[in-house]
Nanobody, 119 residues
Framework: QVQLVESGGGLVPAGGSLRLSCAAS????????MGWYRQAPGKQRELVASITSAGSTNYADSVKGRVTISRDNAKNTVSLQMNSLKPEDTAVYYCNLFRKFGAITDNFWGQGVQVTVSS
C-alpha cells in the first residue's frame, strides 16, 4: 500500500507562514499527482492545491497568491508553502496521492496535520 507522512503543522499568528511537507512511501508506482486538502470543523474536506507528475498545478481560489505547492518526483515528496495565513485557514491538512486507471482514481491519504492560525 501507500504511506503518506505529513509534517510541519502548528500554530501561527495571522499573517504568518508555514510549510507543510509530505513523504510518500510503499507501493508508489505510477503516481499521477499529489496534493493537499483541508478540513475545518463542521466543514467538508476541500482541495487546497494539487500538482501532477507533469508539474501542472491547481489551487483553490481561497489560497491563490498565498500558497505554493511543489513536488520532488525523485524523492516522492510534496510541500505546501503557505504565506499570509488567515484564521480561516485553520484546519486539519491532509496529504493526498492519486493514481488514475482509466476512469478510476485511487486516492491515498495521510493522517493529517493541524494548522491553527490565531487572530
Amino acid at each position: 500500500q501507500v504511506q503518506l507522512v505529513e509534517s510541519g503543522g502548528g500554530l501561527v499568528p495571522a499573517g504568518g507562514s508555514l510549510r507543510l511537507s509530505c513523504a510518500a512511501s510503499g507501493n508508489i508506482f505510477s503516481i499521477d499527482g499529489m496534493g493537499w486538502y483541508r478540513q475545518a470543523p463542521g466543514k467538508q474536506r476541500e482541495l487546497v492545491a494539487s500538482i501532477t507528475s507533469a508539474g501542472s498545478t491547481n489551487y483553490a481560489d481561497s489560497v491563490k497568491g498565498r500558497v505554493t505547492i511543489s513536488r520532488d518526483n525523485a524523492k516522492n515528496t510534496v510541500s505546501l508553502q503557505m504565506n499570509s495565513l488567515k484564521p480561516e485557514d485553520t484546519a486539519v491538512y491532509y496529504c493526498n496521492l492519486f493514481r488514475k486507471f482509466g476512469a478510476i482514481t485511487d486516492n491515498f491519504w495521510g493522517q493529517g496535520v493541524q494548522v491553527t492560525v490565531s487572530s
